[in-house]
Each structure stands twice: as structure tokens, then as C-alpha cells.
């Protein structure tokens, strides 16, 4: 077994096996909706992503696409998909609608438990939430993949807190994903504090069944009892663009992220592609501000720039 694959397969340990080719039915894609507005068509969808289940989404797209998509996964908020899609919710984190304005077809969906979804993943067959996630954002690549205008070669993943691990998560994954954005998503295991609640290493806020409950029972909630952390998982990343937003003062401790970024960082240089992992450490709290945006898309435009359609992904897994 390879470093990558051993990585995914602790991952899973976790988080219950990766579905097979047997649940990946056709996507027969729905329009429940469509808004014009200010140079954007606003669809409002929902595709299969497995037998008997559909994910809701918001599939933006501007009046001019330019080839590149971008999956936007939300925060841990009852809205869901409306965040990003810029139709509720906090202004900072309209990234979807913001990416479309920039010549994007961005896809915002549901994450299982919000906004629409109400699928109990446990009556499914899933050993956690977050592999249902991880999942349906599959399902949610496929259906870009498969949109017109959509280069298949330039599709990258962007979130916020819930959406910025799971956008890591999606990313190591699916090789399809070239570029990832994730604004206050982790820490390292080892500084997790249960959102300043308890000490270095407790893991209580990512155990409960909309994260994954083998965290609780069989792994004690504890870092030191994990099979894997989060330079295990950028690590399969690598040598990907990757940019990381990691507050000073956000919750999850900037410490932690930057000993992340401290194994990392090699694993990028060996791979001959250091300037594809670029990590900001703004001031302020748990927030994805203007500034930080802006510099995240830029590197964005920049990444997908680099690509041409004869290269490889340079992503070291056999999921080509």
C-alpha cells in the first residue's frame, strides 16, 4: 500500500469505507428553480447521488463562463447552500456568489443536515455524517464535470469551517479536485481544545453524529488514540494548490495549524511545487474576511492559469 492510500484507508477507519461504484447511480439533474439577475442565472437543483437520495443545491452560473468551477461548501449554518450562494447569512462568506461574479460556475450544496437535507446517513449505511458528505460533494463534482462550459480540468473546492475540513477531506478524496481553499476548517488533533472547552487533544466537538461518532466510541475523543491527523490529510493533498485561512484567534488554534503547515511545507518542496501551499494568519476571530477572499481567489485565478489541458494532477494517489 502506498502512503497515500494507507492515509485513506486510516481516514476511513474514522469515518466508515468510501461508497462504491454500486451507489453511484445516474445524476439525473432537476432545475426546481431559475433566477436571472445582474449578469448571473441562478439555479436552484437537486441531482441523485445515490438510490433513493438527492442532494438540493445552488448551481450559479455567470453570464460569460470562463471554463473553471468551484464546489462551495458552507459553515455550520441552518441556511445551508443559501450562505454562499449570497441569500442569507454572514457577508463574508458569499464566496460563491462572489466567485461567480468573477467568471465561475460555482455549485453551493446542502451538507446532510442542513438547509434541505434531512437524510438520516445512518439509516443509509454510513458510519458518519462525513463521509456522507464526502460523498455527495463526489456526486457534486460529477454533476460539474459534466455541465457545459466546465472545463473538467479546473475544478478546485472552496469552505468555510464545516466546509473548509470538508473541502480537505473531498479533496483527498477525489484527485479531480485542483485547487482547495479552506478558511478556519482544522487544527492540528493534537491542539484541538473542543472549541476552547477543554484541554489540548479532546476531540468532543468532532465526535457527535453530524461529524463522526467513532471519535467517541472507539478513539475516547482523544488525539493521541486517532489514526490519523490533519498533516496526514494535506499531505495527500500535496503537491495540489492548496490555501489555508487560519486566524489568529479563531478557535481552532492557529498554533496547531501551523504545525501542520511546518510538515507540510516539505512533503510541498520535495514534490518540486512549494508555491502551491500558501497559509494566511490575519488577525480577528473565525472569520473569512475581504482581504483573505481577495487573496484567495487570486491564487485561485493563478492556479487554474497554470493548468494546461495535457498535465498530469500531480496528485501521487491512483485515483486518476
Not at 456568489?97 to 468573477?102: A, D, P, Q, V
Not at 466537538?205 to 472507539?218: F, K, L, T
Request: proline fraction near 8%.
Amino acid at each position: 500500500m502506498n502512503p497515500q492510500a494507507d492515509i485513506l484507508a486510516r481516514m476511513q477507519q474514522v469515518m466508515g469505507e468510501l461508497p462504491g461504484d454500486s451507489r453511484r447511480v445516474p445524476l439525473d439533474p432537476q432545475v426546481v428553480e431559475e433566477i436571472r439577475e445582474e449578469g448571473i442565472i441562478r439555479r436552484r437543483i437537486s441531482f441523485a447521488v445515490e438510490p433513493g437520495n438527492r442532494c438540493r443545491a445552488w448551481l450559479l452560473t455567470p453570464s460569460t463562463p470562463r471554463g473553471p468551477a468551484m464546489l462551495c461548501l458552507h459553515q455550520t449554518t441552518a441556511i445551508g447552500k443559501d450562505e454562499p450562494a449570497g441569500l442569507g447569512g454572514r457577508p463574508n462568506l458569499h464566496y460563491a456568489r462572489e466567485l461567480t461574479r468573477r467568471g465561475y460556475v460555482t455549485l453551493s450544496p446542502d451538507y446532510p443536515g442542513f438547509g434541505e437535507d434531512r437524510v438520516d446517513c445512518y439509516a443509509l449505511g454510513y458510519a458518519s455524517a462525513t463521509m456522507k458528505g464526502i460523498w455527495n460533494h463526489l456526486r457534486a463534482i460529477d454533476l460539474l464535470t459534466c455541465l457545459p462550459g466546465v472545463n473538467s480540468d479546473h475544478i478546485g473546492c472552496i469552505g468555510h469551517s464545516l466546509g473548509g475540513h470538508n473541502a480537505l477531506f473531498l479533496a483527498a478524496f477525489d484527485a479531480r479536485i485542483r485547487v482547495v481553499v479552506a478558511s478556519c476548517g482544522f487544527t492540528r488533533f493534537t491542539w484541538n481544545d473542543d472549541e476552547g472547552r477543554g484541554r489540548p487533544g479532546d476531540l468532543l466537538d468532532w465526535s457527535h453524529a453530524g461529524y463522526m461518532p467513532r471519535i467517541a466510541s472507539q478513539y475516547h475523543c482523544r488525539a493521541e488514540n486517532m489514526p490519523w491527523d490533519f498533516p496526514d490529510v494535506l499531505a495527500v493533498i500535496a503537491p495540489r494548490a492548496l490555501f489555508i485561512n487560519a486566524p489568529k484567534k479563531d478557535f481552532f488554534r492557529v498554533e496547531g495549524v501551523r504545525e501542520c503547515m511546518e510538515l507540510v511545507a516539505p512533503v510541498y518542496e520535495s514534490l518540486g511545487f512549494p508555491e502551491n501551499l500558501v497559509c494566511l494568519h490575519p488577525e480577528g476571530e473565525h472569520d473569512f474576511p475581504p482581504d483573505v477572499r481577495e487573496a484567495a481567489y487570486e491564487f485561485v485565478d493563478e492556479a487554474f492559469a497554470k493548468i494546461r489541458p495535457c498535465d498530469p494532477c500531480h496528485c501521487r494517489c491512483d485515483r486518476k
